[in-house]
Nanobody, 116 residues
């Protein structure tokens, strides 16, 4: 069982920055693949960024060059640095863990609101 706790969401003006954190517990973090997803009102949940256990990264086209995903295995934490935010980035952001045996776990989400 993996527990994920997100933090760092909030209200920010367009052009601003936020850093989300997701602390994981209950598994061997170093072997987990970790991802950030988001869900805007009335829309499906979508991938934002992903980082594998070997630190390979993947980004949605809409956030490339603005968002950076990183992990600190010593702190069992994955981060999402979000720069140059715009109102289209407004959503609930969820952390996801995929264990080495394919189990998937989600956090409860943190709300990011970007005002014009």
């Amino acid at each position: 069982q993996v527990q994920l706790v997100e933090s760092g969401g909030g209200l920010v003006q367009a052009g601003g920055s936020l850093r989300l954190s997701c602390v994981a517990s209950g598994s061997i973090f170093t072997t987990n693949h970790m991802g950030w997803f988001r869900q805007a009102p009335g829309k499906q949940r979508e991938l934002v960024a992903y980082i594998t256990s070997r630190h390979n990264t993947l980004y949605a086209d809409s956030v490339k060059g603005r968002f950076t995903i990183a992990r600190d295995n010593a702190k069992t934490t994955v981060y999402l640095q979000m720069n140059d935010l715009n109102p289209e980035d407004t959503a609930v952001y969820y952390c996801k863990a995929v264990t080495r045996v394919g189990e998937e776990y989600w956090g409860e989400g943190t709300l990011v609101t970007v005002s014009p």
